[in-house]
């Protein structure tokens, strides 16, 4: 990765406060000191639009509010990964995020290079060969990626060349 410009960070860090000052006291202010343009898709969406829809009584119209935001989030974060140069990908939890998989294959399929950050200390792979689930290792460092384990590392992970 090259010093690339714009870095997508797929991750499920938005889903909970402690999560979401991880990623915005952390990770996004190292990447930005990095010079990178960063894309978080946590701020794609209007934080107004997804309360609205919270906030609607339980029910049909409920269900078929989330069905269209769903889709349209969708389409933002693949339209975002479609632009990004590289892949910050947040791999920690007893499993990695389903969403962030899906992410790390999509990316996988452009060619983009990914890097893995996991700090999760708990043992989430297939085998002791692997450091998270088998297809997202192999779709990283395929990917001329790798996987770290301290924020420490990102930088000369970012910064080093795609074997």
Do not use: K
């Not at 996004?28 to 609205?52: E, F, H, K, S, Y």
């Not at 499993?95 to 708990?122: C, K």
């Amino acid at each position: 990765m090259t010093d690339p410009t714009s870095i997508y960070v797929a991750s499920p860090l938005g889903f909970s406060e402690a999560g979401r000052h991880f990623l915005d006291a952390v990770l996004l202010p190292l990447l930005r000191r990095l010079g990178l343009d960063v894309i978080d898709p946590w701020a794609l969406t209007d934080p107004r639009r997804i309360a609205a829809v919270q906030d609607l009584p339980e029910g049909p119209a409920r269900r078929e509010a989330w069905r269209g935001l769903n889709r349209e989030m969708a389409e933002t974060n693949r339209a975002a990964i479609d632009r990004a140069q590289a892949m910050l990908a947040v791999l920690d939890g007893v499993d990695v995020d389903s969403g962030t998989a899906a992410e790390i294959g999509y990316a996988f399929a452009r060619g983009t290079r990914i890097v893995g950050y996991r700090g999760d200390f708990r043992l989430s792979a297939d085998n002791e060969g692997a450091a998270v689930n088998l297809q997202v290792e192999y779709f990283i460092r395929a990917s001329g990626g790798t996987i770290v384990a301290r924020v420490a590392d990102l930088e000369s992970a970012l910064r080093a060349q795609p074997r």
